[in-house]
């Protein structure tokens, strides 16, 4: 049966006694009695090491410096193990030390003897954990890495994988039931001299040797519970990623992760094995896992490098080889630019600087490539996300004018950016697109016809509003009349009638502001589709907890003055928005163009028009040749009007619609300050609906009278309402008036609404907007606007 996994352990996972004890618990407790450990150097014994060679080549005395060492490794042995076991490692420590000794007493060390003087402090990890877990009463081995991975030398060893896989089979089957402990960092030629695998050598041997022996899992232990979304010694709200893609972790590492290292990813392309990354100081917690052929994108990650080299150079041959090469030498660049006329810019990482150029140089003739200019002032500052296409326009938002443009290769977004600002870039791009994704909840108040027709809108709109503002726009809550439904877990759009039928209960505002506390929302929108009287009342309230609304409700906004003026005050004393588009007009931007004409700093003087689609109907049909009466009888048998007639022909709702209008203009006024003519006489004003319908041709004599009166003066009538500035002072009023035929109030289609806005811009030649200014899908067009409107509004930065 194939061994299963391989875990691997870096220096700072074994820099004292306490964090080998660490370690063996570990693999007592997370692994199996076959598993493979590949380990690096205990603490900081490799720079020990490379200093030795140091004082060694500069005749220095290096001697103390050696004792040093030895003592460090004997006291981790005293520490660790009982006599038996102790007194072998001790006897091995010093025939190491001896051959130490000969080794930097060389006159001239070659390339092969410095290399096995730094390959002991591997050695010595892989002896005392080998010998702690045997301690512990397991079965376990050390292994020389250098008898499993023969390569052929070049700057980087190069791993004859057909020769290295037969040899890391054998070790496995020879060793059945047995921990293996290997050492990282090292390998040797075909001699068996020594070779070192370079930076980052002990994790490339981990996934090489668990590739080799058909691994299903590398757990690499580090210091750090694994990759985060952000450097989280930068950024104080980076989030631990619990999985990554093998390709946006390839690319992330290319970018410069400090957890992870590209050529440590590559063994495990076209393989089965994942890597997880986890933390050996804090074993319990969670960690990343790297799938190799993951299908879905992780969440994004954004990094830099706070210093970069970018060539701006003459390219006079094709641009595409001229990456292959780069790519070809192992030198891909982190990011390139096409800029025209020949010229190219890509950009590389410092350590890889003086390659590029010596590349560049050597095939200049070849490639076509002169004057190079080096920049190295630049830092860079990178997302990766196999979405990354998602957040470009967000990204790009940020940019100054001395960034240079978003490169994407479709797994990364990366720009460039003078040394100063990458950490304050990054700080932005971190919480603008990595960041937490803000969760706005919304309660629908009044789940009628309207409500019905906003949650199917709603449904429509969703995704790609979420995909716009980079956030999640969710139903949370429904309200009727009599029942309440609020749930953190969201109401699903397709289902919502069910749910609400199956799960609402009673309920009463104290209750429900409860609820709505406890939701686990960012922000929380209200959407008021209903018409109560009551629940206008409790706007303070909703904006006293910081509750959003939305209004189709026209109670409010034209509500007494003093109440108003609070509810707006309430708004400007907390970043919270109050939008009403929905309550004058439905559909028709009736507020947005006021809002437009003041904040261009026009100066509106006069508002008038239809706003009544039942008044618009009644009047456009009207011709005398049947009573008025009938036609409102008519009307009302096909559902035009409100069940009581008396509703719309007593004018109440234009003069609030009005009202609204005027103060969203700035007029401080009260209903009563606007004029209303009812088309309702006083004396049937306040009879019962089926008194005042027996009666109801008492309308019939005055209309067919004025009617008559303007016909033989070439007008119409239309009810109308009007607000006008008339030497300084405010003229409001609703009613009806004759006007010519071709006035915008006189050829309505029946049902529309018509609003005329005169103003200092709009003189002689009136703004109009018509339209239908009632309907379900209109108004819920509207309710969804506004909401919008506020998400957006929410999300700007």
């Known amino acids: 049966m194939a061994r299963c996994h391989l875990h691997k352990f870096g220096g700072s996972s074994l820099a004292d006694a306490d964090c080998y004890r660490r370690v063996a618990h570990i693999l007592l407790t997370h692994g199996h009695s076959d598993d493979l450990v590949v380990v690096s150097a205990a603490g900081k014994s490799t720079n020990f090491l490379y200093k030795l060679l140091e004082l060694s080549a500069t005749k220095q005395l290096w001697q103390e410096e050696l004792q040093t060492l030895i003592s460090f490794q004997q006291n981790l042995i005293e520490q660790l193990l009982s006599n038996e076991q102790a007194r072998s490692l001790r006897e091995r420590l010093s025939t190491d030390q001896s051959q130490l000794i000969s080794l930097l007493s060389i006159t001239s060390i070659n390339d092969y003897q410095s290399s096995q003087v730094v390959s002991f402090g591997e050695r010595w990890s892989a002896r005392l954990l080998a010998a702690l877990l045997r301690e512990s009463g397991v079965a376990a081995s050390d292994v020389d890495a250098r008898t499993l991975l023969i390569a052929d030398e070049a700057a980087v060893p190069q791993i004859r994988l057909q020769e290295s896989r037969q040899r890391v089979q054998t ?46 899992r590398v757990t690499i232990w580090t210091d750090v519970e694994g990759v985060f979304n952000a450097d989280p010694n930068k950024i104080n709200d980076a989030k631990l990623l619990s999985s990554l893609s093998l ?232 309200v009727s009349s009599k029942k309440a439904l609020i749930t953190d877990d969201g109401i699903e759009l397709d289902s919502w009638k069910q749910t609400f039928a199956a799960q609402a209960t009673p309920w009463q505002y104290n209750h429900l502001f409860d609820d709505l506390h406890e939701l686990e929302c960012d922000e929380v929108i209200a959407l008021d589709i209903s018409a109560s009287a009551d629940l206008t009342l409790q706007y303070p309230e909703f904006f006293a907890r910081g509750i959003h609304v939305v ?77 008025f009466s009938e036609l409102v009888l008519e009307a009302k048998g096909l559902g035009i009007t409100e069940p009581d007639p008396r509703d719309d022909l007593s004018g109440r709702d234009m003069q609030r619609k009005l009202l609204i209008l005027a103060r969203e203009i700035g007029f401080e006024i009260e209903l009563e300050d606007i004029e209303l003519k009812s088309l309702v006489p006083t004396a049937l004003a306040e009879l019962s609906l089926e008194q005042f319908l027996s009666r109801i041709d008492e309308l019939d004599a005055d209309m067919l009278q004025q009617f008559m009166t303007a016909a033989e003066q070439d007008k119409v009538l239309r009810y109308v309402a009007s607000l006008d500035k008339v030497d300084g002072k405010l003229k409001a009023g609703v009613g009806i008036q004759w006007v010519d035929n071709s006035h915008p109030y006189a050829n309505l289609t029946p049902g529309d609404n018509v609003f005329v806005i005169r103003s200092e811009f709009y003189q002689d030649n009136p703004l109009i907007i018509r339209g239908p200014g009632a309907g379900r899908l209109v108004t819920a067009a509207a309710v969804q606007s506004d909401l919008a409107h506020i998400c957006r509004d929410l999300l700007q930065e």
Not at 182 to 202: M, P, Q, V
Request: hydrophobic share 45%; with cysteine; proline share 4%.
């Open 551 to 627: 209004s189709a409700n026209k109670l409010a906004g034209s509500g007494p003055l003093p109440f108003y003026l609070e509810l707006k005050q309430q708004l400007d004393n907390r970043r919270l928005f109050w939008r009403y588009n929905a309550s004058c007009g439905a559909g028709l931007p009736v507020q947005h163009a006021l809002n437009d004409l003041h904040n261009s700093g026009d100066s509106i003087e006069a508002v008038g028009g239809i706003f009544s689609g039942t008044l618009c109907w009644l009047f456009e049909n009207f011709d005398a040749k049947k009573p």
């Open 171 to 216: 070790m496995i089957e020879t060793h059945p039931n047995e921990r293996l402990i290997i050492t990282g960092f090292i390998c040797a030629n075909e001699r068996g001299d020594t070779l070192l695998l370079g930076r980052n050598g002990s994790d490339f041997s981990a996934t090489l040797i668990a590739s080799l022996a058909d691994i299903e």
């Open 247 to 478: 390709a946006e972790a390839n690319r992330l590492a290319h970018l410069g992760s400090p957890v992870l290292h590209n050529r440590t990813l590559q063994p495990l392309f076209d393989t089965e094995v994942s890597l997880a990354v986890r933390s050996s100081y804090a074993s319990h917690t969670d960690f990343t896992l790297i799938a190799p052929k993951s299908s879905s994108a992780s969440a994004p990650v954004v990094t830099n490098l706070n210093s970069v080299a970018l060539f701006n150079l003459e390219l006079k041959t094709q641009f595409k080889p001229f990456i292959a090469l780069l790519d070809e030498a192992g030198l891909s660049p982190l990011a390139h630019w096409e800029l025209g006329q020949n010229r190219v810019e890509l950009t590389v990482t410092l350590e890889n600087q003086k390659q590029v150029l010596a590349l560049l140089e050597t095939n200049s003739e070849a490639l076509g490539v002169s004057n190079i200019k080096i920049t190295d002032n630049l830092g860079l500052v990178a997302l990766v996300s196999a979405d990354a296409n998602l957040y470009r326009r967000g990204f790009a938002r940020l940019l100054s004018r001395n960034a240079r443009p978003l490169f994407n290769d479709g797994m990364s977004l990366v720009t460039l950016v003078p040394q100063s600002q990458v950490n304050l870039l990054t700080q932005k791009v971190h919480r603008r697109c990595a960041g937490p994704r803000k969760r706005i909840g919304v309660l629908l108040l009044g789940v009628g016809n309207i409500g019905e027709a906003w949650v199917e809108l709603f449904a429509n709109a969703q995704a790609a509003l979420n995909k716009e503002l980079e956030a999640s726009v969710e139903l949370v809550g429904l």
